[in-house]
């Protein structure tokens, strides 16, 4: 197994988004990229400029940011080379390891731009370095730039930001203080490619949570309409439990939340997400933890409150 901590640099369309190519907003102009061991020692790098041919300007955003100039990106390679290329360097059994989750879902989307798509199948289970520096250091919802966790943690700067290979290169320094421990539990999935069939469906166990992403279906309603979205299970014993605060939606229709009672182990608060998947078709993450009686209290009180808002507005 390597680790592959990697960087994309992208271009968007320079005239604005009413001209973009739909399928491909952004175009990676270059990748970058550290290959680590187990032990996450260094084994390699691996650094690819991309000649781009679907938006040759770069828009002003992209250049102001980024240390390369349209004369330069003509020294590229086509995309389809770097990123053979690059697979290459990943080899076998990669983990990889980004800061956020954007690069990832992008990567992917240019594969199969080009027809390539086949060559890295999802879902895919990665490392969020922005994530675990957040959850290691600050506290879960923290979201820092990767500048500043390289300054938290005095790592040495010697390179300017938003080179590819230089942010690379930072984002497996961050990760090497990160706990093992840490980033083993607290993995993150990508979803550009969603499961499918039921067959493909996935279950992520974590210490305080469980996630499960479901298949595809056709329309947002029949997503809530499966009982197999919408059981409730606790957490520790995995039975179905009787529900005791119904599914009602959250936030603009998009969330949906319950609560169930595990006659063992406790109040259950079950959360369902309903995503729009790149085929146009929508599946579920649904989130089951425990919690409190307190927090159940809490969970009903916003379930009367959401309805009597909804009944207002009626009148
Ligand atoms: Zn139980």
């Known amino acids: 197994m390597s680790y592959i901590v990697f960087d994309l640099e992208w271009n968007q369309c320079p005239y604005g988004k009413q001209a973009e190519n739909p399928l491909l907003p952004f175009e990676i102009i270059e990748i970058g990229a550290v290959r680590l061991n187990e032990a996450r020692e260094s084994t390699g790098s691996f650094h690819a400029l991309v000649k781009p ?7 002003y955003q992209t250049s102001r940011v980024i240390g390369l100039s349209e004369e330069d990106l003509q020294k590229g390679i086509p995309f389809t080379e770097a990123a053979e290329a690059f697979l290459e360097f990943c080899g076998e059994d990669p983990v990889f390891c980004t800061w956020g989750t954007l690069d990832l879902t992008e990567f992917q989307r240019n594969l199969r731009f080009y027809d390539m798509l086949d060559r890295l199948p999802g879902p895919i289970l990665y490392e969020d370095v922005q994530k675990l520096f957040a959850i290691q250091f600050e506290t879960r919802a923290d979201r820092r730039s990767l500048s500043y ?20 290169e930072y984002t497996a320094r961050v990760f090497r203080r990160i706990s093992p421990v840490i980033a083993k539990k607290n993995y993150s999935v990508d979803c550009f490619q969603n499961p499918k069939t039921r067959d493909e469906e996935l279950r992520l166990k974590y210490d305080t949570y469980e996630k499960f992403i479901s298949r595809e279906y056709e329309a947002r309603e029949d997503v809530m309409n499966d009982a197999h979205v919408t059981a409730v299970h606790c957490f520790l014993c995995h ?14 229709g998009r969330n949906y939340l319950a609560a169930g009672l595990c006659p063992d182990h406790g109040y259950v608060k079950c959360k369902v997400r309903v995503r729009e998947a790149q085929s146009g078709k929508y599946y579920a993450i649904r989130t089951t933890k425990m919690i409190s009686e307190e927090e159940m209290q809490r969970l009903r009180a916003k379930q009367v409150m959401l309805r009597v808002k909804k009944q207002n507005r009626r009148k």
């Open 239 to 252: 039975r179905n439990v009787k529900r005791v605060i119904r599914f009602f939606a959250d936030g603009g």
């Open 53 to 59: 041919c679907v938006y040759r300007r770069l828009h």
């Open 149 to 168: 966790a390289v300054e938290f943690l005095n790592l040495p700067e010697e390179e300017a930001y938003h080179l590819a290979s230089a942010d690379a």
